[in-house]
Nanobody
């Protein structure tokens, strides 16, 4: 079973930047489309950004132009560069496989990494 370990979160001021990393175990990482998700206080988990095995990307409208997802298949790592952070970006961030074509999220999750944006 593939496991994902997220890191890079922290406390940052409004307008600041953070870069999250996610290292995957397992040998078939390169064929998966991957995603960064987040769950804010009292909110449902949502997909923030996705990247296919070929490098095509998509983003939640509210983060377009501020967040960039990338991957290094040799390192089995997915990154999320977050710039111009806003207080509404405060959440626990998780990486995992991208949702299925029907929109179903994965069932098993790692611990995530907390991002807190102060005003």
């Amino acid at each position: 079973q593939v496991q994902y370990v997220e890191s890079g979160g922290g406390l940052v001021q409004f307008g600041g930047s953070l870069k999250l990393s996610c290292v995957a175990s397992g040998s078939i990482f390169t064929i998966y489309a991957m995603g960064w998700y987040r769950q804010g206080p009292g909110k449902q988990r949502e997909l923030v950004a996705g990247i296919t095995s070929g490098g095509s990307t998509n983003y939640l409208d509210s983060v377009k132009g501020r967040f960039t997802i990338s991957r290094d298949n040799a390192k089995k790592t997915v990154y999320l560069q977050m710039n111009n952070l806003k207080t509404e970006d405060t959440a626990v961030y998780y990486c995992n496989r991208a949702p299925t074509t029907s929109g179903t999220y994965p069932k098993d999750w790692g611990k995530g990494t907390q991002v807190t944006v102060s005003s």
